[in-house]
């Protein structure tokens, strides 16, 4: 049996609801997976490993762009 594939990229939603619903995310996950919707060197997906949520602040220092 081969490792699972390790999905390098990762995305995004801007704004998401919070609480972040898990049924709502398995129904995605499960929506992914059966699309066959990830290309990886490894082949297909097969199964879940996890879903996260993961948060980050930016800090605007200065705007160099004027």
Do not use: C, H, W
């Not at 290309?39 to 220092?61: M, N, P, Y």
Request: aromatic share 4%; proline share 9%; no cysteine.
């Amino acid at each position: 049996m081969r490792p699972p594939a390790r999905v390098q990229n990762r995305e995004s939603i801007p704004e998401p609801v919070d609480p972040v619903p898990a049924q709502a995310v398995e129904n995605l996950m499960n929506m992914l997976l059966d699309a066959d919707f990830f290309i990886t060197s490894g082949g297909s997906l097969v199964s879940k490993l996890r879903a996260e949520v993961v948060e980050r602040t930016v800090d605007e220092i200065d705007d160099y762009t004027a």
